[in-house]
């Protein structure tokens, strides 16, 4: 089975945009355990707090975006969260996802995040969500 490292901001789009859209077709591919999702304590946080900001209270009020984090969480593999040894992208905040897709050795790190497409970052594979479901069937 394909394991995946998701970036949170996949998740964000997933849960207010389209389903149809690539972010919405990957989470229905999880859904339908067409891949594993490996997760840290940070990704997590990450993702809770990028929804809890004001701008996602409309779509993420009365509980619904702890819900959904909690059943990413609940389906997920959990991997402790990884040492950053050196900056690997553009944006540090990202470094923490290279570091746990490259200390898991995930089959591919799935992104929206040009930082993260457009980085170099050796055997590691950095897909969008479209590409990286398209992969799937």
């Given at each position: ?14 849960f ?24 840290s304590?940070?990704l997590?946080?990450?993702?809770a707090g ?39 992208v ?17 089959d ?13 970052l ?16």
């Open positions: 089975m394909i394991r995946a490292v998701v970036d949170p901001s996949v998740f964000v789009s997933a207010i945009g389209r389903p149809d859209a690539g972010p919405g077709r990957l989470v229905a591919a999880w859904s339908d355990q067409r891949f594993t999702l490996v997760v304590r940070l997590l946080e990450e993702l990028v929804l809890g900001r004001p701008k996602f209270e409309r779509w993420a009020s009365n509980g619904r975006a702890a819900s959904y984090v909690a059943g990413i969480a609940a389906r997920s593999e959990h991997r402790p969260d990884p040492v950053v040894a050196q900056p690997s553009r944006d540090p905040d990202d470094d923490y996802l290279v570091a746990l897709a490259l200390a898991e050795k995930v591919v790190l799935v992104s929206l995040d040009r930082d993260l497409l457009d980085a170099s050796g055997d590691l594979v950095v897909e969008d969500p479209a590409t990286f479901v398209a992969r799937l069937t």
